[in-house]
C-alpha cells in the first residue's frame, strides 16, 4: 500500500518548474502518475506511483513524502484530502484513564475528535460519505463497536479540554467565575485547582497557567460519559502539574477519560491504558493496541512495540539508572553571583554559586518564585537591585515566550544567525531540517520552540539559559533536545541552566540542580547548585511527591499517593532515585 503526501504548505508551483512531474518516470512513460488539478497543484496517483522516490528528491522544497505501507493496515480511518495525512486505527475508551502517547502531527487530535463525534470519518476516501452503519460494520466485534454504536444514536455526552486554551480568551467574555457559572453542570471539588483567587478576574487578564486550569475546571464540571484532555499540562508548574492529576484520576474512578500529555510523569501517574501512536508526523500516524501503562511508555522509548512485532525507532531512549555522584565534579567554570531583584509586590533572592565545566543545571521551582526574573538578570536583560553582574561570560538565552518575528523562512534565518557551524551541523540541524522551507511566522508552537532552542545552543557561549525549552514540545523531541543539550555542554565544556516543570526532562538533561522556593507572587529564594538527590529530595518533599526507577528504562516513576512505596520512601525521606 503506497501512502503519497504532499505537504500544501511546503509545495509552491508558482516558484518551482513542477520537477515533480518533469522526473517522474511514471509521466515521462505517459502515464497520468502525476497530474495538476484546476489550481495548478500537483496530484499524485497512488495506484500508479511505483514508489521509486524521485519526485521527493527533486521537489526543491522537499513537499513530497512517498511511504509503503504493509497491506495488513487495511483502510485509514481517516484522511484530510486527496494526497493527504491519513490515520489508521482508533483508541479505545475505557473507564479510567487512557493515554495516547505520541509525537507531534502524529494526529492525536484527529483521533480523539473521531471518537468524540466532532469528526466523521471519510476512511481514507475525502469524497464519501460514511454512514455510521458502515464504520460500525468496520469495528465489529471490537471493543469499540459499542462506543461507536452509542455515538451513532446520539447517547453519548463528551467534554472536550482542547489543546489550545488559548481559543477560551477569544471565545468567552467575562470574569473566570461567570464561565464557571455558565460551564456548570455538577457539582466537583474544584479546590485543588486553586481558583479562588482569580474568580472575580476577567478571562482576557488571566496567565496560561491560570487559564489552563479554568478549562480543566470547566470540563471537570461536564456531566459527560467520556472526557477528553488535550494536553493538560502546558504552562503548569510540577505541583499544579500533580494537583490537577490528582483531579482527573478521582473523575476516572468512574467514567471514561482519553488523555493526550507530552510530560511523561504526568502521563505516567495519570493513565491506566496507553495507546502508542506512530508513523512519520503530517504524513501518516497508527494507533497501537491498547497496553498497560507501564508496558505502553516503555515501549515507546523503546520504540518497539511487541504485540505488533513492530519497531518504529532505530534507537531506545534510555535513562541512567545509577544516580548521578554526589557532587558533579569538574573544574571551576563560572560564578554565579549573590544578588537581589525586586519588583513592586516581589523580592527574589539569589544565594549564588559555582558551575563547573560542561554542567547542566537545572533549575526548579513553583511558578510566579522568580525563575524567569533570574534568567534576565543573568542574560543582562534586567539590571540587579541589589548586587552585580558582571560582564565577563558571553551568554546564550533562550527567553520562555519565543516570538516569531522574522521575515523569511527558516533557512534564511539561519543563514543570517552567527553561530558555531561544526556544531550545528552535527548535532542541531537534523532536528529543524523539515521546518527549512517553512515562513518563520507561520511556524506552530512547538515549531518555533524548536528552531529557539537549536539556534540558542549553536551560538558560541560561555553560558547557555533556556528557560522551559520543552515547551509545546512532544517527548521525542523533549528527551532528544534533553540529549543534545547534555551532549553539547560537554563537548564545548561550557555551561548550561535550563528552568523547566517536566520532572523527567529535568532528570535526563541536569547534572545538579538549584531549587526555587518561597511564596509565589510574592517572595522566591534561589538556593545555590546543589547535586541531583539532594535537591530533588528538597523539591519533591515540598510537594509530597516520591519516584521510583523503572527497571527496565530507568526512567523516574511517581509513585501513587500512600501507596508501599510512597510511604517507605518518604519515612526514609528518599523521595527520588529509589528503586
Ligand atoms: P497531533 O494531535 O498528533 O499533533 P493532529 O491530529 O492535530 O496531530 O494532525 C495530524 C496531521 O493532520 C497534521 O499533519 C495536520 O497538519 C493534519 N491536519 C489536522 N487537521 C487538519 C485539517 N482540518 N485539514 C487538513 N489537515 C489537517
Ligand atoms: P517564574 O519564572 O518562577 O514563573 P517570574 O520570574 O516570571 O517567575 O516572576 C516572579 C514574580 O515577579 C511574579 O510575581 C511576577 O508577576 C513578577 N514580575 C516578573 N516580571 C515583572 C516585571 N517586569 N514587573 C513587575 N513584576 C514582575
Ligand atoms: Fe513544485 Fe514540489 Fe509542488 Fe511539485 S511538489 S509542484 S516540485 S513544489
Ligand atoms: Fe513518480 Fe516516483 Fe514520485 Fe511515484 S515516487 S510519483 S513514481 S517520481
Not at 479562588?196 to 478576574?201: A, P
Not at 563560572?334 to 531583584?341: D, L, R, S, V, Y
Not at 540587579?384 to 519565543?402: A, W
Not at 529543524?432 to 529557539?452: F, H, M, P, T, W
Request: aromatic letters at 8%; a neutral charge; charged letters at 30%.
Amino acid at each position: 500500500m503506497r501512502v503519497a503526501v504532499i505537504d500544501r504548505d511546503k509545495c509552491q508551483p508558482k516558484r518551482c518548474a513542477y520537477e515533480c512531474i518533469k522526473y517522474c518516470p511514471g509521466v515521462r512513460m505517459g502515464d497520468e502518475t502525476i497530474t495538476k488539478d484546476e489550481q495548478g497543484r500537483p496530484v499524485i496517483s497512488e495506484t500508479l506511483c511505483t514508489g521509486c522516490g524521485i519526485c521527493v528528491k527533486k521537489c526543491p522544497f522537499h513537499a513530497i513524502s512517498i511511504v509503503n505501507l504493509p497491506e495488513e493496515l487495511g483502510k485509514p480511518i481517516h484522511t484530510f484530502g486527496v494526497n493527504a495525512f491519513r490515520v489508521f486505527g482508533l483508541p479505545v475508551p475505557k473507564k479510567g484513564v487512557v493515554g495516547i502517547i505520541g509525537p507531534n502531527g502524529i494526529g492525536k487530535t484527529t483521533v480523539m475528535s473521531i471518537v468524540a463525534g466532532r469528526l466523521v470519518p471519510n476512511l481514507g476516501n475525502p469524497n464519501k460519505k460514511v454512514s455510521w452503519d458502515e464504520l460500525i460494520e468496520l469495528f465489529r466485534g471490537q471493543e469499540i463497536q459499542t462506543h461507536l454504536e452509542a455515538l451513532s444514536k446520539g447517547e453519548l455526552r463528551v467534554a472536550f479540554k482542547p489543546q489550545n486554551v488559548d481559543l477560551i480568551q477569544k471565545n468567552f467574555n467575562g470574569t473566570v467565575k461567570g464561565l464557571l457559572e455558565e460551564t456548570h453542570e455538577r457539582n466537583v471539588d474544584l479546590a485543588p485547582l486553586e481558583l479562588d483567587e482569580i474568580l472575580d478576574r476577567d478571562i482576557s487578564d488571566i496567565s496560561g497557567g491560570e487559564l489552563q486550569r479554568v478549562a480543566i475546571a470547566a470540563t471537570l464540571q461536564k456531566k459527560a460519559d467520556l472526557y477528553f484532555f488535550d494536553e493538560p499540562s502546558s504552562y503548569l508548574d510540577a505541583r499544579q502539574r500533580l494537583s490537577i492529576a490528582k483531579v482527573i484520576r478521582k473523575l476516572s474512578e468512574n467514567r471514561k477519560v482519553i488523555l493526550v500529555e507530552h510530560d511523561l510523569a504526568v502521563l505516567d501517574y495519570l493513565s491506566d491504558y496507553v495507546h502508542v501512536m506512530y508513523g512519520k508526523g503530517g504524513v501518516y500516524g497508527i494507533v497501537s493496541s491498547l497496553k498497560s501503562v507501564r508496558v505502553g511508555i516503555n515501549e515507546f522509548l523503546e520504540g518497539y512495540l511487541r504485540a505488533e512485532n513492530m519497531r518504529f525507532r532505530d534507537h531506545a531512549m534510555k535513562f541512567e539508572l545509577k544516580p548521578p555522584a554526589e557532587e558533579w565534579k569538574g573544574k571551576p567554570y563560572a560564578t554565579i553571583p549573590k544578588f537581589i531583584k525586586k519588583y513592586e509586590g516581589f523580592v527574589l533572592k539569589v544565594d549564588g554559586g559555582e558551575l563547573v565545566e560542561g554542567e547542566v543545571i537545572g533549575i526548579v521551582g513553583p511558578n510566579a518564585i522568580g525563575k524567569s526574573t533570574f534568567m534576565r538578570v543573568l542574560a543582562g536583560v534586567e539590571k540587579p537591585t541589589e548586587g552585580e553582574i558582571k560582564d565577563t561570560y558571553k551568554i546564550s538565552y533562550k527567553p520562555q515566550y519565543v516570538s516569531a518575528d522574522f521575515d523569511g523562512t527558516v533557512k534564511q534565518l539561519i543563514t543570517k544567525t552567527e553561530m558555531n557551524k561544526e556544531l550545528f551541523e552535527y548535532f542541531l540541524k537534523k532536528e529543524i531540517i523539515d521546518l527549512y522551507d517553512k515562513n518563520v511566522n507561520e511556524l506552530s508552537g512547538g515549531e518555533i520552540q524548536r528552531v529557539a532552542v537549536a539556534l540558542a545552543l549553536s551560538r558560541d557561549a560561555d553560558l547557555y539559559l533556556l528557560d522551559e525549552p520543552s515547551a509545546f514540545l512532544d517527548v521525542e523531541q523533549r528527551i532528544r533536545f534533553a540529549e543534545i543539550t547534555k551532549k553539547i555542554t560537554e563537548k564545548r565544556r561550557s555551561a548550561t541552566m535550563v528552568v523547566d516543570h517536566d520532572i523527567v526532562f529535568q532528570d535526563y538533561v541536569s547534572n545538579r540542580l538549584m531549587v526555587f522556593e518561597g511564596v509565589p507572587g510574592k517572595e522566591g529564594r534561589a538556593h545555590s547548585p546543589e547535586s541531583m538527590h539532594s535537591g530533588m529530595n528538597k523539591f519533591l518533599k515540598k510537594m509530597e511527591i516520591t519516584y521510583r526507577r523503572d527497571p527496565e528504562t530507568g526512567r523516574p516513576r511517581a509513585n501513587k499517593p500512600k501507596s508501599q512505596k510512597d510511604i517507605e520512601q518518604k519515612q526514609e525521606g528518599e523521595y527520588y532515585y529509589s528503586f
